[in-house]
Protein backbone atom coordinates (compact mmCIF):
# COMPACT_ATOMS: atom_id res chain seq x y z
CA UNK A 1 0.00 0.00 0.00
CA UNK A 2 1.44 3.43 -0.88
CA UNK A 3 1.70 6.02 2.07
CA UNK A 4 1.28 9.34 0.97
CA UNK A 5 1.37 12.80 2.07
CA UNK A 6 -2.04 15.10 2.41
CA UNK A 7 -2.57 17.73 4.39
CA UNK A 8 -6.60 18.06 3.83
CA UNK A 9 -8.72 15.90 5.13
CA UNK A 10 -12.78 15.28 4.29
CA UNK A 11 -15.12 12.40 5.73
CA UNK A 12 -17.62 11.09 3.14
CA UNK A 13 -20.30 8.32 3.89
CA UNK A 14 -18.13 6.70 0.40
CA UNK A 15 -14.68 6.81 2.17
CA UNK A 16 -12.45 9.93 3.55
CA UNK A 17 -11.37 12.10 0.59
CA UNK A 18 -7.89 13.57 0.46
CA UNK A 19 -6.13 16.28 -0.22
CA UNK A 20 -2.71 18.12 -0.48
CA UNK A 21 -3.08 22.14 -0.82
CA UNK A 22 0.17 23.83 -0.93
CA UNK A 23 1.28 27.66 -1.13
CA UNK A 24 0.01 28.27 -4.90
CA UNK A 25 -3.61 26.26 -4.61
CA UNK A 26 -4.97 23.00 -4.16
CA UNK A 27 -2.62 20.32 -5.65
CA UNK A 28 -4.43 17.28 -5.30
CA UNK A 29 -8.11 15.92 -4.06
CA UNK A 30 -8.35 12.43 -4.12
CA UNK A 31 -11.50 10.33 -3.99
CA UNK A 32 -11.27 6.98 -2.05
CA UNK A 33 -11.47 4.36 -4.58
CA UNK A 34 -11.85 0.08 -2.87
CA UNK A 35 -10.24 -1.53 -5.17
CA UNK A 36 -7.02 0.92 -4.96
CA UNK A 37 -6.38 1.54 -1.27
CA UNK A 38 -3.79 4.10 -0.48
CA UNK A 39 -2.78 5.01 3.38
CA UNK A 40 -2.45 9.22 3.61
CA UNK A 41 -0.24 10.24 6.43
CA UNK A 42 -1.32 13.76 7.30
CA UNK A 43 1.12 16.10 8.03
CA UNK A 44 2.08 20.03 8.05
CA UNK A 45 -0.84 22.36 8.22
CA UNK A 46 -2.53 23.39 4.82
CA UNK A 47 -3.29 27.28 4.20
CA UNK A 48 -6.09 27.52 6.93
CA UNK A 49 -8.28 30.27 4.86
CA UNK A 50 -7.85 27.63 1.93
CA UNK A 51 -8.78 24.21 3.92
CA UNK A 52 -11.49 25.94 5.31
CA UNK A 53 -13.56 27.46 2.39
CA UNK A 54 -12.79 23.90 0.27
CA UNK A 55 -14.24 22.11 3.68
CA UNK A 56 -16.98 24.70 3.50
CA UNK A 57 -17.66 24.15 -0.26
CA UNK A 58 -17.32 20.41 0.19
CA UNK A 59 -19.86 21.13 2.80
CA UNK A 60 -21.98 22.56 0.66
CA UNK A 61 -21.82 20.64 -1.89
CA UNK A 62 -22.72 17.30 -0.93
CA UNK A 63 -25.94 18.74 0.73
CA UNK A 64 -26.96 19.63 -2.65
CA UNK A 65 -26.01 23.18 -2.82
CA UNK A 66 -24.83 24.58 -6.25
CA UNK A 67 -21.18 25.42 -6.22
CA UNK A 68 -18.37 26.20 -8.54
CA UNK A 69 -15.23 26.06 -6.20
CA UNK A 70 -14.15 29.24 -8.45
CA UNK A 71 -12.91 30.37 -5.36
CA UNK A 72 -10.65 27.09 -4.63
CA UNK A 73 -7.10 28.22 -6.75
CA UNK A 74 -5.32 25.53 -8.31
CA UNK A 75 -1.67 24.18 -8.43
CA UNK A 76 -1.31 22.81 -12.02
CA UNK A 77 2.19 22.91 -11.85
CA UNK A 78 3.80 20.36 -13.90
CA UNK A 79 0.97 19.45 -15.88
CA UNK A 80 1.07 19.97 -19.64
CA UNK A 81 -0.50 23.37 -21.53
CA UNK A 82 -2.74 21.11 -22.79
CA UNK A 83 -4.23 19.40 -19.80
CA UNK A 84 -4.07 22.52 -17.98
CA UNK A 85 -6.33 23.76 -20.76
CA UNK A 86 -9.07 20.83 -20.37
CA UNK A 87 -9.37 21.22 -16.78
CA UNK A 88 -9.83 24.75 -16.54
CA UNK A 89 -12.71 24.62 -19.36
CA UNK A 90 -14.26 21.49 -17.76
CA UNK A 91 -14.00 24.11 -14.13
CA UNK A 92 -16.57 26.27 -16.71
CA UNK A 93 -18.98 23.87 -16.62
CA UNK A 94 -21.77 24.61 -14.24
CA UNK A 95 -23.98 22.75 -11.53
CA UNK A 96 -25.35 19.98 -13.43
CA UNK A 97 -24.63 20.94 -16.34
CA UNK A 98 -22.82 17.81 -18.56
CA UNK A 99 -21.13 17.49 -21.90
CA UNK A 100 -19.50 15.29 -24.15
CA UNK A 101 -15.61 14.62 -24.18
CA UNK A 102 -15.68 16.09 -27.68
CA UNK A 103 -18.33 18.97 -26.69
CA UNK A 104 -15.46 19.93 -23.89
CA UNK A 105 -12.89 19.79 -27.07
CA UNK A 106 -15.33 21.89 -29.06
CA UNK A 107 -15.72 24.30 -26.21
CA UNK A 108 -11.78 24.38 -25.62
CA UNK A 109 -11.88 25.61 -29.42
CA UNK A 110 -9.84 22.39 -30.53
CA UNK A 111 -12.81 20.38 -32.01
CA UNK A 112 -14.52 17.36 -31.59
CA UNK A 113 -11.24 15.61 -33.14
CA UNK A 114 -9.91 15.74 -29.73
CA UNK A 115 -12.29 13.55 -27.87
CA UNK A 116 -9.94 11.07 -26.73
CA UNK A 117 -7.09 13.13 -25.40
CA UNK A 118 -9.70 15.26 -23.67
CA UNK A 119 -10.81 12.08 -21.68
CA UNK A 120 -6.38 11.41 -21.47
CA UNK A 121 -6.92 14.73 -19.46
CA UNK A 122 -9.73 14.61 -17.40
CA UNK A 123 -8.39 10.57 -15.92
CA UNK A 124 -5.57 12.46 -14.77
CA UNK A 125 -7.17 15.04 -13.45
CA UNK A 126 -5.43 16.17 -10.19
CA UNK A 127 -8.34 17.59 -8.28
CA UNK A 128 -12.13 15.74 -8.72
CA UNK A 129 -15.05 17.72 -7.86
CA UNK A 130 -13.38 21.31 -8.14
CA UNK A 131 -12.43 20.65 -11.55
CA UNK A 132 -15.90 18.98 -12.42
CA UNK A 133 -14.29 15.81 -14.64
CA UNK A 134 -17.82 14.21 -13.71
CA UNK A 135 -20.20 16.01 -15.56
CA UNK A 136 -17.81 15.14 -19.06
CA UNK A 137 -19.81 11.86 -20.41
CA UNK A 138 -19.32 9.29 -22.91
CA UNK A 139 -21.03 9.99 -26.44
CA UNK A 140 -22.54 6.54 -25.52
CA UNK A 141 -22.68 6.82 -21.99
CA UNK A 142 -21.13 7.46 -18.69
CA UNK A 143 -17.46 6.55 -19.65
CA UNK A 144 -14.70 6.53 -17.32
CA UNK A 145 -14.17 8.28 -13.84
CA UNK A 146 -10.84 8.13 -11.80
CA UNK A 147 -12.41 7.60 -8.67
CA UNK A 148 -14.44 4.86 -10.13
CA UNK A 149 -18.14 4.84 -11.68
CA UNK A 150 -19.98 4.77 -7.81
CA UNK A 151 -18.19 8.41 -7.49
CA UNK A 152 -19.38 9.55 -10.52
CA UNK A 153 -22.87 8.62 -9.91
CA UNK A 154 -22.96 9.75 -7.13
CA UNK A 155 -21.13 13.60 -7.58
CA UNK A 156 -24.18 13.33 -10.79
CA UNK A 157 -26.86 12.33 -8.27
CA UNK A 158 -25.83 15.20 -5.63
CA UNK A 159 -25.93 17.78 -8.40
CA UNK A 160 -29.36 16.36 -10.48
CA UNK A 161 -31.07 17.00 -6.62
Known sequence: MDMECANFRFDHRLGTIYGYIGRRGLRNLVLP??????????????????????????????????????????????????????????????????????????????GPGVARAVGQALGANPAPIVVPCHRILAADGLGGFGAGLTWKRELLRVEAG
Open 33 to 110: RKSVPHAYELHSAANSVLSNALRAALEHYFAGVPVDFSDIPLDLTGATPFRQHVWLTARELRWGETCTYAGLGERMGR
